[in-house]
């Protein structure tokens, strides 16, 4: 099993930034593509990032491109998501999710085998 606890959430200002951290524990060993995700109250849960195994490959949806960056430290088994210019409608709950395929980089919620708690963002006008 692994376990990922989220971090980083908060209230700020719109323009400013934030950094979630995503600490994998467990068995992160198992895990190769991370990823986050948000999901506001009776929505489903929305694509935002992915990242590959060996951090080589970035994914993001296009509401994010350019203001969020995904990173990775395997060796502290952390994920990152720096977020620069938020935006109101940036406010909801974030996932991070682990999936254990070496073989794919998913951007489907259903495709991640573990998942987080989630951490609140709320980004004020």
């Known amino acids: 099993q692994v376990q990922l606890v989220e971090s980083g959430g908060g209230l700020v200002q719109a323009g400013n930034s934030l950094r979630l951290s995503c600490a994998a524990s467990g068995r992160p060993f198992s895990i190769n593509a991370m990823g986050w995700f948000r999901q506001a109250p009776g929505k489903e849960r929305e694509f935002v990032a992915t990242?590959?195994?060996?951090?080589?490959?970035?994914y993001y949806a296009d509401s994010v491109k350019g203001r969020f960056t995904i990173s990775r430290d395997n060796a502290k088994n952390m994920v990152y998501l720096q977020m620069n210019s938020l935006r109101p409608e940036d406010t909801t709950v974030y996932y991070c999710a682990a999936e254990r395929s070496p073989y794919t980089v998913p951007r489907r919620a259903y495709d991640y085998d573990y998942w987080g708690q989630g951490t609140q963002v709320t980004v004020s006008s």
């Open positions: 990242i590959s195994g060996s951090g080589g490959s970035t």
